[in-house]
């Protein structure tokens, strides 16, 4: 079997020229011609191939250009291809194939964006044994790094690569315990571009829209509160150039999600801030929820759009273009419109005023009654009085309620979510999980139900308004009518399997959970079951 190839990282003051005449003057070397390489990593924004255990590295030398999918623990290629141009955004972009494969299902509808260049002066060496064969081959790079767009290198990490030869893993050896003996080098094992990025001062992972918190359960609650807000506004700031670039949709997801997150989390941490500053952010944020939904909502159907398509007949599959040509041309229109909201000075008062309430001291007309005392006693019983919420509005619901009243309950479940999400530390992570996954179950159930409604009467304004601007082939508004009905059908079947969904969240051992973790003291307890 042939060992793993090894890498080595020289120290600040050592050269690629010191380590060549060591061993030179060890080992029996041959020498190619020195050549440049270039490496640009790619990843989504939210490193969705890192947290696979990929790394997506574009390849440029004098004579070549390839993307190559590399694994991010050993640098060793799952598949390489020869590029012609630019390196595709989408997954979907590239021809069917072992990288296709690999990137599609961690990407999704995510952008693969460029993180990261590297340039390196490569020496490659070949190691001969007695008889002449080539039984190591052995290279040293001299690296540079810069992020990508910059004009300027940065000093990086030289490093020396030991690659093995089949059947000669012993001459490996011996390089390796030269290396590390005689000249000192430490071998290390960081994939490349964790090691490029050091260069430039980032690291890997170093945005995600997921919450992760770490409270102390006697830390002020103002204190955690406006942990919290900079969190969020950190999240929906980062996500404003990809958003006004329209680079994939879900720039404009997680700052949608940060917003809703900040009003809830005005809403529903109470007493933290007064009145009329809850009052006053909830509807500014609000504002910034109606001037992002449209896009949003045209995204959607567009991520859709091929499973609509795909839920047809095939004879009736194609009639169905013009609306997605009716859907890129109001994405567009939409978008404009979105960005020179964005780009107003309403809208950075709003972020540049927000920021600076959350970071200074509170004024007393500021503050709620709630904001000194500690966070987990404000956050037991938020939750709970919550979590009882939702049970009492879940019990209500009967085969003959109306829309609305599971959609009051979605609103409920999302309040819930949220708050679980924002003091989740301040529990044990295995009992506070499935408490956030069963109702992530429940939440999709819902979720489901109102989005399919609402899809289904945006198609019928859809067929309108396509009538309205222009001649609309007959199959297509009959296409559309068809796939109509398909989503009223399946909003059914959402509503059929709410008891089940409902049932798992109120199974005993859930209830007794939040009982357990959230219920009020047993002295209170008894009053409480008394009032229920």
């Known amino acids: 079997m042939t060992a793993l190839s090894l890498q080595y990282q020289l120290g600040d003051s050592e050269t690629i020229e010191e380590v060549l005449t060591a061993l030179t003057s060890r080992f029996r070397l041959g020498t ?55 390196v595709a955004r989408f997954a979907w972009e590239y021809s069917p194939g072992l990288l296709r494969e690999r990137i599609a299902e961690p990407l999704a509808m995510r952008a693969l964006l460029p993180i990261v260049e590297i340039r390196s002066r490569v020496i490659c060496l070949k190691l001969f044994d007695r008889e002449e064969k080539t039984v190591l ?60 990025l050091a260069g430039i001062d980032r690291q890997p992972m170093d945005y995600s829209s997921k919450l992760g918190f770490i409270l102390q359960p006697e830390m002020p609650a103002a204190e955690v509160a406006r942990l919290i807000h900079n969190t969020l506004l950190d999240t929906l700031e980062q996500n404003l150039p990809g958003t006004r670039a329209d680079l994939d949709s879900e720039f404009l997801h997680d700052l949608r999600v940060a917003v809703r997150r900040t009003r809830s989390a005005l809403t529903q941490i ?11 952010y909830k509807e500014r944020f609000a504002w910034v929820g109606q001037i992002t939904g449209p896009t949003r909502d045209l995204d959607v159907y567009l991520l859709g759009f091929d499973e609509y398509k795909n839920s047809l007949p095939e004879p009736f599959q194609a009639d169905l273009n013009p609306l997605h040509d009716f859907l890129v041309a109001h994405q567009k229109s939409e978008q404009q419109a979105l960005v020179r909201k964005i780009n107003s000075p309403h809208f950075h008062s709003l972020l540049k005023s927000w920021r600076a309430f959350i970071n200074s001291p509170s004024a007393p007309d500021d503050e709620g009654d709630q904001a000194h005392k500690p966070i987990k006693k404000i956050a037991r019983k938020r939750i709970y009085r919550t ?73 019928r304004e859809f067929a309108h308004q396509m009538v309205e601007e222009g001649e609309v082939p007959a199959d297509t508004l009959l296409a559309m009518g068809m796939l109509v009905d398909g989503l009223l059908k399946r909003q059914q079947e959402a509503r059929v399997a709410f008891a089940d969904r409902f049932a798992l969240f109120t199974d005993p051992s859930q209830v007794e959970s939040y009982e357990r973790l959230f219920g009020a003291s047993k002295q209170n307890a008894k009053a409480g079951g008394a009032k229920s």
């Open 32 to 86: 190619e011609p020195e050549k440049t390489v270039r490496h640009l990593f790619y990843d989504s924004f939210d490193w969705r191939l890192y947290q696979a255990g990929m790394q997506l590295d574009e390849v440029t030398s004098r004579d070549r250009h390839h993307l190559v999918l590399r694994n991010l623990t050993d640098d060793a290629p799952y598949e390489t291809i020869r590029l012609e141009g630019d």
């Open 137 to 196: 081959r052995l290279q040293l790079e001299e690296n540079r790094v810069k992020p990508h767009g910059r004009a300027e290198y940065h000093a990086m990490t030289h490093l020396v690569r030991l690659l093995p030869v089949r059947g000669y893993d012993k001459y490996l050896n011996q390089a390796a315990r030269f290396l590390e003996r005689k000249l000192g080098l430490q071998p290390q094992s960081q994939p490349l571009i964790a090691l490029a």
């Open 270 to 280: 109470k007493g933290i801030f007064s009145e009329a500053i809850v009052n006053e």
């Open 387 to 459: 979590f009882r919420l939702v049970l009492e509005e879940g019990l209500a619901i009967h085969p003959h309620s109306q829309p609305e009243e599971l959609h009051e309950l979605r609103k409920s479940c999302k309040k819930l979510r949220y708050l679980l999400e924002f003091f989740q530390s301040l529990y044990p992570k295995e009992q506070i999980k499935p408490l956030i996954k069963t109702l992530k179950i429940l939440l999709d159930n819902l979720g489901d139900y109102q989005d399919l409604e609402v899809q289904a009467d945006k198609l």
